[in-house]
């Protein structure tokens, strides 16, 4: 769904409760504190100087429960003083912004303040992850690159940046991961959490940190690309796949955002290879929809605290 068709589908509060409803509850509404299916509905008036923030409540029928309820209750849209609309605008900007949507630019699209943008911006993204433990397989291209400021030559290249791996099935989805280092340990653990042991084909460049021979990797066929020779391609053995994405993502970096915050900038790599893994889904305002409809609410401060996220560490054994 396009902006155009959001904008004419969701003109009024009733209309995005509506769909909203239907997304969450596909086969009719449950009670979200019971899972009772005998609920009622209860319509109120909402003004501008109303303290009612929804038009449409639901009251739970069975009698040890009574819950009243809303649409928004216990997902991501709870507590949100920006009106439905403004959600799925944001919504469609963002799932078809190529090179991502900064909070800057939402600012200006919706007409709200800086901070709701961001706020708003980041509550989308963080449906946008992928929980579903499927592990790559087949073909797989692994790669790192490099995100943060500006420093002069590779020997210092760790001192302002953070590193990003890139895990990319040929074929299929896309993976990138926020991690500490560029270690051989760090990077394997990495891989295992997201490469299925029984991969067929690992493709890699030459550098050190990618030796599986006493891995669970240690069956799988490991050729590498030496890029320390000026060597790029060699029959199918390359690292082209993957590094096709980091050029988008840089491009998005560098065009879009501009800088990106270390500490959410795993968020953002899950926005990036969420729509990159999706790119041919006409349903992917519908499917992104539904995934907030579903996420548990994020306050405001667990957002902005010290450690609202932490990169992929190697565990200590």
């Given at each position: 769904m396009k902006l155009i068709e959001v904008t004419k589908a969701f003109a009024s509060e009733e209309q995005c409760l509506a769909y909203l409803e239907a997304s969450r509850w596909p086969h009719g509404?449950?009670?979200?504190?019971?899972?009772?299916?005998?609920?009622?509905?209860?319509?109120?008036?909402?003004?501008?100087n109303s303290d009612n923030k929804r038009a449409q409540l639901y009251q739970c029928l069975e009698p040890t429960c009574k819950q009243q309820f809303s649409a928004t209750t216990g997902t991501i849209f709870n507590g949100s003083h920006l009106s439905l609309d403004k959600w799925y605008m944001a919504i469609a900007l963002m799932v078809d912004a190529k090179k991502g949507m900064s909070a800057l630019q939402l600012q200006r699209h919706l007409k709200v303040n800086y901070r709701t943008a961001w706020y708003l911006a980041h509550r989308i993204r963080e449906a946008m992850s992928d929980p579903d433990g499927l592990k790559l397989t087949g073909t797989?291209?692994?790669d790192e690159t490099y995100i943060g400021g500006r420093q002069r030559g590779h020997r210092r290249k760790l001192k302002n940046k953070d590193v990003?791996?890139?895990?990319?099935?040929?074929g299929g989805p896309l993976r990138l991961v926020q991690v500490q280092d560029n270690k051989a340990g760090t990077l394997y653990e990495a891989i295992a959490q997201n490469v299925d042991k029984n991969v067929s084909n690992i493709m890699t460049d030459d550098a050190g940190a990618y030796d599986f021979r006493i891995t669970q990797f240690r069956k799988a066929k490991h050729a590498k690309i030496r890029h320390s020779h000026k060597e790029y391609v060699r029959g199918d053995v390359h690292t082209n796949t993957v590094e096709n994405a980091f050029s988008l993502l840089k491009r998005a970096v560098i065009g879009t955002y501009h800088q990106l915050s270390i500490k959410h900038l795993q968020r953002y790599l899950n926005e990036f290879s969420y729509r990159f893994n999706r790119r041919e889904d006409a349903a992917l305002f519908e499917q992104t929809v539904m995934r907030l409809a579903k996420a548990k609410p994020m306050p405001y401060g667990k957002l902005i605290e010290q450690n609202a996220f932490t990169p992929f560490v190697r565990p200590v054994r």
């Open positions: 509404v449950r009670c979200v504190t019971c899972g009772n299916d005998k609920i009622s509905r209860i319509t109120r008036k909402v003004t501008k797989v291209e692994i990003v791996l890139g895990i990319r099935q040929r």
